[in-house]
C-alpha cells in the first residue's frame, strides 16, 4: 500500500515497549531484514528511548522504511507540539520525518491551530506527511481544511469497532487508516475455529480480519520478538472467506 509516499507492507510494527538495548537494536535491524518497513513510535515512548533507539539502530533510514513518530499527547499548546517535534528529529536521528502525527486534540486548543503548526513543518519540508491519532470524521475533516491528512491512527479490532465510520471515512479518501492496539481481543469459539481452519495463530487472523476491513488498513502489532513479527508479518498471506468473515463477525 501508499503510506508516506512510500510502497510498504500492510502490516508494521508498534514500539510503544521499545526500550534502549542492545537486543532491541539488533531486534530492529533483523526486522528490517525480514521485509518490516512500517515502524510507528511516538514521543512519549518509553520516555523517549523508543525513538531513540529507532534512531541508533537503524538511522539514517533506507529509502524504503516509514518510521512515523507523533506528538502532543499530553496538549501543552503549539509551543509544547514544536519542542517536542524538535526533540524527535534529534532523538530518531533525521532532518526530515517521513509522517508525523497529532497524538491526542489538545482540548486546550483549537484543531485547527494544532494542524497549522504541524503545516509549518511540512511547508518547510521537515514533515513530510500528516496524520491523527484517535480522532473522529468531524475532526479529521477539519484538520484536512488546514492540510492534507495521511493517515489516521484510532484503536480499532475485534473487539472495538466504534471507529467503523472512521474506517469508511478514510477508505473513500485514500487515508490509511492505522488500528492501535489490532490484537486486544479475547476472541471466542468463533475465532479459534477459524484460525484451525486456516491452520494459523490467533493474532494472525485478528490482523487477517482488519485487513480485510478494508484495503486502507495497516495495523502495527507490537513486539520486542522476532519470531512474533514473522508471524505478524505472515498474516499478510492469510485470506478470509466470506464464511470467515460472517463467524468472526458474529453472524
Not at 482488519?210 to 505478524?232: C, M, Q
Request: glycine share 10%; charged share 25%; net charge negative.
Amino acid at each position: 500500500m501508499a503510506l508516506a509516499g512510500r510502497q510498504v507492507n500492510r502490516i508494521g510494527l508498534g514500539t510503544n515497549r521499545l526500550t534502549a538495548s542492545p537486543e532491541n537494536r539488533s531486534f530492529l535491524e533483523a526486522a528490517v531484514e525480514e521485509g518490516l518497513d512500517f515502524i510507528d513510535t511516538a514521543h512519549v515512548y518509553t520516555g523517549g528511548e523508543s525513538e531513540r533507539t529507532i534512531g541508533a539502530a537503524l538511522a539514517p533510514f533506507a529509502d524504503g522504511l516509514v518510521v512515523a513518530t507523533k506528538g502532543g499527547y499530553r496538549g501543552g499548546g503549539t509551543d509544547e507540539l514544536r519542542a517536542q517535534l524538535e526533540e524527535s528529529f534529534e532523538r530518531l536521528g533525521v532532518e526530515t520525518i517521513a509522517l508525523y502525527y497529532l497524538h491526542r486534540v489538545d482540548p486546550g486548543l483549537a484543531l485547527e491551530d494544532s494542524m497549522g503548526a504541524l503545516k509549518e513543518y511540512r511547508d518547510a519540508g521537515r514533515v513530510e506527511h500528516i496524520g491523527l491519532s484517535q480522532v473522529s470524521v468531524e475532526q479529521i475533516q477539519r484538520a484536512r481544511d488546514v492540510v492534507p491528512v495521511a493517515a489516521v491512527q484510532n484503536e480499532y479490532n475485534l473487539g472495538e469497532r466504534r471507529y467503523d465510520d472512521v474506517i469508511d471515512y478514510c477508505s473513500a479518501e485514500g487515508i490509511v487508516f492505522v488500528p492501535f492496539y489490532p490484537l486486544r481481543d479475547e476472541g471466542g469459539p468463533a475465532l479459534t475455529q477459524v484460525a484451525k481452519r486456516h491452520g494459523a495463530t490467533l493474532n494472525q487472523i485478528r490482523l487477517a480480519w482488519l485487513l480485510r476491513r478494508s484495503p486502507a488498513v495497516a495495523p502495527i502489532p507490537g513486539t520486542l520478538s522476532l519470531e512474533h513479527l514473522r508471524e505478524n508479518l505472515a498474516a499478510l498471506d492469510i485470506e478470509l472467506s466470506d464464511d470467515d468473515l460472517q463467524a468472526l463477525d458474529g453472524g
